[in-house]
């Protein structure tokens, strides 16, 4: 059985890792190659794009792939709808793992924006300290407002930013120690973060919590219907009960 996982998030490597040793399983995982990543063992790794849904139905026929699992970021949505149309078009079962997103607090100070571009509005026009938590690609709403930045990005943007935009590269996982420490020697007073979710709270949800910081909330995109599970043990019971059906 030849199985695609498009990956992008921690539990996609699990997931490649808990059927490395399973038999008459082959894996090619796939990322976007956008920043660096760990290779799982026993899998074929490819990163780039598909060239959109026909790229991918065809990659999906031409390595006979008999299953897909969409693993990736949940705002990954490009590529989760393309993944959608292509199983489809290709007649080729596909499974979405969806990390639970992170609930509200309660009683605390978090602030949903449906998108990024909304996030400006939301930060007011007083001068604020803003830790952002979205990416090095999407700066672009941040670049014309009063506010001062602090970036936190695995490698640093492509084009160069304007001075209160500062880059911080680092690459987790952060501990809620360290996140308070950096939180409180920068006098952040805002959180701007997508709602990426997982299993376990966020290091540094966990700090604005401790300091009191506002949180502007990013919500997930919408995304097209499919199969959903939220945990790996789901997953390979779906792949086990596909297999029998191949």
Known sequence: MNILILGGTPEARLLCNALANIPDIH???SFAGVTPALHPPGATVRTGGFGGADGLRAFLEAQAIH???????PFAARM???????????SCPLLRMVRPPWPDPPG?????????AAVPDALGSR???????????????????PHAYLLRCI???DTLL??????LQARGPFSPESERALFRDERIDCLVT?????????????AARDLGIDVIMIDRPPLPPAQECHTIGDALIWIQDTLRAV
């Not at 989760?80 to 290709?90: F, I, K, Q």
């Not at 304007?162 to 880059?167: E, Q, V, Y």
């Not at 299993?199 to 949800?205: F, R, T, W, Y």
């Open 194 to 206: 997508k709602n990426a979710g997982g299993m376990a709270v966020s290091a540094k949800l966990e």
């Open 108 to 116: 605390r100070n978090w602030h949903h924006v449906p998108e990024i």
């Open 67 to 73: 299953a897909v699992i969409d693993a990736t970021h």
């Open 27 to 29: 894996i090619t995982f």
């Open 127 to 145: 001068p604020r300290r803003v830790f952002l938590s979205t990416g090095r690609k999407e700066t672009a709403p941040f670049l014309d407002t």
């Open 80 to 90: 989760s709808g393309n993944a959608v149309a292509a199983a489809r078009l290709a």
């Open 155 to 157: 490698v640093s943007p």
């Open 162 to 167: 304007p001075p209160h935009i500062r880059i």
